[in-house]
Every structure is written in C-alpha cells, then in structure tokens.
C-alpha cells in the first residue's frame, strides 16, 4: 500500500522560501511520476509541478522561475522548493504519485495523494 506523507508547511512572509518534502512508500519509487498541487480555499485543486521518473520537470506558469521540484530515489522522497513566495501561493499543499513514469499535469491521472501541508504566506 502506497503512503505518501507531506512536511515543510508552515507561516512566512511574502518573498520568503520554504521547501516541501514528501516521504513515500509502499512500492518502487524510482519509476513512477510524482506531482505537487495546491488548493486554496473555495477553489479547486490545481497542478504546481511534476517529476518523471528520469527527473524531467513541468510545472504550472504561475510558479515557472520561482518553484523547484526535484526526488531523491534513495530516500524516495520528492520536494518542492518554493522560492519568492506570494499570498497567493498559500494553499494546502499535495503530494501525488501516478501509476507510470511519465509526466501529466492533469490530477485524475495521479493514482496516489498524501494528506496535504498547508502553506500560509503573509502580506
């Protein structure tokens, strides 16, 4: 059984950074996509950025040149460096891992979720 299990939330300010980590297990980590997306309140949940198995990238032009993500395949871990942060990237933050290795922006296609790290940015 997969478990995905998300950290590094937390309060700051506008400009500041945080990182996400997201610890899984449960199968092979190494083959298979992972993706991080948000949700704020009373909007839906929305792509930020994706990983393939081989670490190609994609992410969201809303956080294109600000946010990083990147996996760690002996720790199976996928993070998420957020830099330059703004009010509106506060959301909840999610962890998700598709059942291939190739990338997709589009969250039916993500097999797996952890349980979210909220993200709260301050004016």
């Known amino acids: 059984q997969v478990q995905l299990v998300e950290s590094g939330g937390g309060l700051v300010q506008a400009g500041a950074s945080l990182r996400l980590s997201c610890a899984a297990s449960g199968r092979t980590f190494s083959t298979y996509a992972m993706g991080w997306f948000r949700q704020a309140p009373g909007k839906e949940r929305e792509f930020v950025a994706a990983?393939?198995?081989?670490?190609?990238?994609t992410y969201a032009d809303s956080v294109k040149g600000r946010f990083t993500i990147s996996r760690d395949n002996v720790k199976n871990t996928v993070y998420l460096q957020m830099n330059s942060l703004k009010p509106e990237d506060a959301a909840v933050y999610y962890c998700a891992q598709r059942y291939s290795g190739v990338l997709t922006v589009k969250r039916a296609n993500y097999d797996y979720w952890g349980q979210g790290t909220q993200v709260t940015v301050s004016s």
């Open positions: 990983i393939n198995w081989s670490g190609g990238t």
